[in-house]
């Protein structure tokens, strides 16, 4: 029966049916992050959905205490995981007004990628293809490459990852 009820709605199993019920009261009931139109953690804050694109089985805010303001968009790849805690910010406070907000390019973060928990994103931040970050990074500048492990602040490459994994 449970099985039947995920497969009916779309859900993840690994999820568990009280986050998806804690999801329906907070979204639903109480409007928090009601429009978001995938399940999102209680804790996590979503600005701007519409301005984020999403690849296959990509749920940003499913981690719990994550916040992401996509003002000037994000993108992110398919099979990307977001762990808790992770902050996506893509636009600044104007130096001179509090009260705007800069334009700018949208966060773009590959295919396969990991962001560790409360890990940030910073602006206009480009992330390739099997880009891990480390818990606590902040990314302040593009790693366009992808295939390997940053961390630190500001975020560092660490470690090279190979491109011929699925051979090894």
Same mark, same amino acid.
């Given at each position: ?64 205490? &994550?916040?992401?303001?996509?003002? !000037?968009? =994000?993108? @992110? #790849?398919?099979?990307?995981?977001? $762990?808790?805690?992770?902050?996506? *910010? ?8 509090? &009260?705007?907000?800069?334009?700018? !390019?949208? =966060?773009? @973060? #590959?295919?396969?990628?990991?962001? $560790?928990?409360?890990?940030?994103? *910073? ?46």
């Amino acid at each position: 029966m449970r099985k039947w009820i995920f497969n009916l709605f779309g859900w993840r199993h690994e999820m568990g049916f009280s986050f998806y019920l804690a999801d329906i009261f907070f979204r639903k009931i109480l409007r928090q992050n009601a429009s978001v139109s995938w399940p999102v953690h209680y804790t996590s804050t979503i600005h701007c959905p519409e301005k984020i694109k999403k690849g296959i089985n990509v749920f940003p805010g499913d981690s719990p205490g &994550n916040y992401i303001e996509a003002n !000037n968009g =994000i993108i @992110i #790849g398919d099979f990307t995981n977001i $762990g808790p805690g992770v902050g996506l *910010l893509s636009s600044n406070h104007d130096f001179y007004n509090n &009260n705007t907000l800069t334009k700018g !390019n949208p =966060i773009v @973060i #590959g295919n396969n990628c990991w962001l $560790g928990m409360n890990s940030i994103i *910073l602006p206009e931040v480009i992330l390739g293809p099997y880009t891990i970050v480390g818990a606590g990074a902040v990314v302040t500048k593009s790693f366009e490459d992808g295939y390997c492990v940053i961390a630190g602040n500001p975020a560092l490459i660490i470690k090279h990852l190979s491109r011929n994994h699925d051979a090894e």
